[in-house]
């Protein structure tokens, strides 16, 4: 039982260059979250999913997208990173009213 | 704009001293959730709040709900090194699954 895993664990991209973060969850849970956690801004919320085929937008959206592909993956697409979106981002997930799962952290940098 | 005020951002005491961090909003939340997160990790749940007025104790951990269901506080008695680390909490609205986070206290305990 491995949780809520992450992949990378570490990238560094170059301004105007894509990516997609992977996110993935053996607990049957049916809520995803992405979040990204700056120096003195605690986490804030890019998007979940309630449920599977779902998704919303959460406080800081912009430039981001995401797929929550099945029940188990919910990924984080950047389209054209930008330095600002520099950060450590997180992906958790939680089952009905139950506490929130957090994977170990994906660390990017954008050059 | 940083819906959940937490306070102090940083403390650094000695082995056996007291601590309380607090968590302020004017929003009202289902619930209030404090974390724990070490370098390198994901957050950590330590406890779930629900109840105004609530308090819970987890050993030398004490976490209480205001009467109104705005504010926090964790208070920790004869810190130890091993209580190093960043404490977040996290307030839920609505039962949304969707957690607003104070900034975070880094708390260094030195022996």
């Known amino acids: 039982n491995a949780g809520v895993t992450q992949t990378p664990k570490f990238q560094v991209l170059k301004t105007g260059q894509s990516m997609t973060l992977q996110c993935a969850q053996d607990m049957n849970h049916n809520s995803m979250y992405w979040y990204r956690q700056d120096p003195g801004m605690g986490l804030r919320l890019i998007y979940y999913s309630a449920s599977e085929g779902t998704t919303d937008k959460g406080e800081v959206p912009n430039g981001y997208n995401v797929s929550r592909l099945n029940k188990r993956e919910f990924s984080l697409r950047l389209e054209s990173a930008a330095p600002s979106q520099t950060s450590v981002y997180f992906c958790?997930?939680?089952?009905?009213?139950?506490?929130?799962?957090f994977g170990p952290g994906t660390r990017l940098t954008v050059l | 704009t940083q819906l959940l005020e937490q306070s102090p951002q940083f403390l650094s005491i000695q082995e056996g001293e007291n601590l309380t961090v607090y968590c302020n909003s004017s929003?009202?939340?289902?619930?209030l959730q404090w974390y724990r997160q070490e370098p390198g990790e994901g957050p950590v749940l330590l406890v779930t709040?629900?109840?105004?007025?609530e308090v819970k104790k987890l050993k030398r951990l004490t976490f209480q709900f205001g009467d109104a269901r705005k504010d926090s506080s964790l208070h920790i008695t004869a810190a130890q090194p091993g209580d190093t680390g960043l404490y977040l909490c996290?307030?839920?609205?609505?039962?949304?699954?969707?957690?607003?986070f104070g900034q975070g206290t880094t708390l260094q305990v030195k022996p």
């Open positions: 996290a307030g839920e609205k609505s039962n949304t699954g969707k957690l607003i």
């Open positions: 709040v629900v109840t105004g007025g």
């Open positions: 958790a997930s939680r089952y009905v009213r139950s506490e929130q799962f």
């Open positions: 929003s009202v939340f289902s619930s």
